[in-house]
C-alpha cells in the first residue's frame, strides 16, 4: 500500500522495510548460534482457575538474551526461526527443557495439572513431531497427560493433515489447545470436529473489555463452554476485567494482574509460598 499513499510516503516505507529486513538478517546470523551458546530460556506464565484463585498450570515461553543484539521478543525472532528451519532443533529443545522442569516440580511435590507449550505450525507439520515428542516425554519420564500443546488456528486449516497430529496426539495422551482464538480463520465445524481440549481467548478481545465491547469474549466464552472446550482469558491485567470474565465463568486466566512470566527458580518461590 505503500505506492497508494504517495511519494514521500514511499520513501519512507522503503526505509522502514530497509530496517526490518537488516534487522531481520543479524537476528539469522546470531541465532543460528544461540542454542550452541546457551543463549535460550524458558520463563513460565501461571494460569489461574477463576473460581478459587488456584494455579492450575503454566505456560512456557521462550526468552533469547543474545550476546550481540540483548534480549530480543519471540515475536520477533520466532518468524526468523521459522524462516531458517531452525524452528525445529529450537523447538525440540524447548520441548524437553520444559518436560524435565515439569518432571522435576513434581519430584520436588510441587503439582500443577498442566505445563503448556507454543508449537509452531512448521514444528507441528514436520513429520518426526510425535516421534521427537514421544522420545522426549520417554526421555524425561513426564505422564504425557501433563502436557499441554497450543497451537493456532493458522495451524489447524489444513483440517485433513492437522486432525492425524491431534488425534496422535490425543492417543498419547497429549492435551491440545487453540491460542490467540478469535483472531485466526479456523470455522467451528472445525473446531467440533477435532478433539480440542482448550480456548485461549486472545488478549485483543480481554482488552476490549475495558472498552464496552465485551459481545465477542461472551460469546466465545459462552460458546466454548457449550461445546465443552475449557476456556481460558490471556492476558488479564485488571482487577475490573478479572471481575467480568469470573462473572461470566470464564474457567481459567492468564495474565499480568496475576504474574509476568517468570524464572523456574521464580515459580519454586510461587510454589513455597503458596505451601
Ligand atoms: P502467546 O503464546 O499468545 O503468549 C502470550 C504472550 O502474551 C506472551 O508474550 C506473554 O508474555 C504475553 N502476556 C501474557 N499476559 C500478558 C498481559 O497481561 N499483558 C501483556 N501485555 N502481555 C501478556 P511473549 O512471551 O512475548 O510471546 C509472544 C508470542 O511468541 C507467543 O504468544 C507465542 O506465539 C510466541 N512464543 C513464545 N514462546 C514460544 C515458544 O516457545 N515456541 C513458539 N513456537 N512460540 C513461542
Ligand atoms: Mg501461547
Ligand atoms: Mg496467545
Ligand atoms: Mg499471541
Partial sequence: HAKRQGGNQYCFNTA???????????????????L????????????????????VGAEALLRWNNR????VGPSEFIPVLEANS???????WIMATV??????????????????????PIQFKDRNFILDLKEILNETMLDASYLEIEI??????????????INELKDLGVKVSIDDFGTGYSSLSYLKQLPIDTLKI????????????EIIANTIINMGKNLNFRVIAEGIESEDQLKYL??????????????????NSQMMDLFNELG
Avoid at 522502514?16 to 544461540?34: F, G, T
Avoid at 486472545?202 to 465491547?213: E, M, P, V
Fill in 16 to 34: 522502514h522495510q530497509n530496517i526490518v529486513l537488516e534487522r531481520n538478517y543479524q537476528i539469522d546470523l546470531e541465532i543460528k548460534q544461540a
Fill in 36 to 55: 550452541l551458546r546457551n543463549e535460550f530460556t524458558v520463563v513460565y506464565q501461571p494460569i489461574v482457575n477463576l473460581k478459587n484463585n488456584k494455579i
Fill in 68 to 71: 550481540k543484539l540483548g534480549f
Fill in 86 to 92: 531452525l524452528i525445529i532443533p529450537v523447538g525440540k
Fill in 99 to 120: 518436560c524435565s522442569q515439569m518432571k522435576s516440580w513434581q519430584e520436588k511435590g510441587k503439582l500443577m495439572q498442566r505445563i503448556c507449550v507454543n508449537v509452531s
Fill in 152 to 165: 493456532t488456528e493458522g495451524t489447524i486449516l489444513d483440517i485433513e493433515n492437522s486432525s492425524k497430529t
Fill in 202 to 213: 486472545d488478549k485483543s478481545f480481554i482488552d476490549d473489555l475495558d472498552r464496552d465491547g
Fill in 246 to 263: 469470573v462473572n461470566q465463568k470464564c474457567h481459567e486466566g492468564q495474565g499480568y494482574y496475576f504474574s509476568k512470566p517468570i524464572t
